[in-house]
């Protein structure tokens, strides 16, 4: 019996791993079941589409994709699912991130990808956790106390 996912992660090259750690770390503080996967759109674009596939066969609920440069990973899967992707644009390449915000951000219509800043991985984690939210009162209440908790920190650091 395969585990069940509800959150696949993939990025495009291991060496952006550190960028996705914050999303990694904040979902499995909720419990969320992971997955992580090193796949590119470009170089294996067959096991892009099979990582996909076993990830809806699996259960998994919503993608979150991160990629530098042409970010074109966020676009590849969103093409493939009528899942929620939710893309990271990484920084880094000449415009430090900006070219891979664009690629992220700019889809054609009918393909849509949510997406956060450059480097933005919590949010990433934390609007994948809004969107299993909606059917989980659990993680809605995580949610609100993860939330408080982040504004208590601020009201006590003045």
């Known amino acids: 019996m395969t585990k069940k996912i509800d959150v696949q992660?993939?990025?495009?090259?291991?060496?952006?791993?550190?960028?996705v750690k914050s999303a990694i770390d904040l979902l499995s503080e909720f419990g969320i079941n992971i997955d992580f996967k090193v796949a590119s759109a470009h170089r294996?674009?067959?096991?892009?589409?099979?990582?996909?596939?076993?990830?809806?066969?699996?259960?998994?609920?919503?993608?979150?994709?991160?990629?530098?440069?042409a970010n074109h990973?966020?676009?590849?899967?969103?093409?493939?699912?009528?899942?929620?992707?939710?893309?990271?644009p990484?920084?880094?390449?000449?415009?430090?991130?900006?070219d891979a915000l664009l690629a992220t951000v700019q889809m054609p219509?009918?393909?849509?990808?949510?997406?956060?800043?450059?480097?933005?991985?919590?949010?990433a984690a934390l609007l994948a956790l809004q969107i299993l939210g909606i059917e989980n009162k659990d993680i809605q209440k995580?949610?609100?106390?993860?939330?408080?908790?982040?504004?208590e920190k601020i009201k006590n650091a003045i």
Not at 90 to 98: A, H, I, P, R, T
């Open 44 to 69: 294996t674009p067959e096991y892009v589409t099979e990582i996909v596939d076993n990830a809806i066969n699996n259960g998994v609920k919503v993608f979150i994709t991160g990629a530098g440069m």
């Open 142 to 151: 995580k949610l609100v106390e993860y939330r408080h908790k982040e504004a």
């Open 90 to 98: 990484f920084s880094g390449g000449v415009s430090d991130g900006m």
């Open 109 to 123: 219509p009918g393909v849509p990808v949510a997406t956060v800043a450059v480097d933005g991985a919590k949010n």
């Open 9 to 19: 992660i993939i990025i495009g090259s291991k060496s952006d791993e550190p960028k």
């Open 73 to 88: 990973l966020s676009g590849t899967v969103a093409s493939k699912t009528v899942l929620p992707v939710i893309g990271i």
